[in-house]
């Protein structure tokens, strides 16, 4: 999801069209739709924060050690999750990786917290 809400940024979409493709897309999982709200008004407000999704990552990862099942997306996130929190922003809600792609991208902050 971060992924995609950075290209399409780059790529000129206004940020609350990306929001409202996502809600109407087909992966409009409840969990992507419980995350565009919150998006829209850019509240990074910790929900769940990524020190907490980074411990489950560990717990996870540590279960697919344990059975033999190689976990590489799981381990991946887990390394975004850990960059996220060795830049401070461990108690931010576990969506950041959005910013984080934004600012890989050479993205800013989106004018007026809606628009690209």
């Not at 829209?40 to 924060?49: A, E, I, K, M, V």
């Not at 931010?92 to 600012?103: Q, W």
């Amino acid at each position: 999801m971060a992924e995609s809400l950075a290209l399409a940024r780059k790529g000129g979409i206004a940020w609350q069209d990306i929001l409202n493709v996502l809600d109407d897309s087909a992966i409009a999982s409840p969990m992507v739709k419980y995350k565009t709200a919150p998006l829209r008004h850019r509240n990074f407000d910790s929900t769940f924060s990524c020190r907490q999704m980074a411990k489950d990552l560990d717990l996870i990862l540590g279960a697919g050690h344990h059975v033999d099942v190689p976990l590489p997306l799981a381990a991946h996130m887990r390394e975004v999750y850990g960059s996220l929190i060795a830049q401070g922003e461990g108690e931010v809600d576990f969506i950041a990786p959005v910013r984080l792609a934004e600012r890989l991208s050479g993205l800013g902050e989106p004018d007026g917290g809606g628009a690209a």
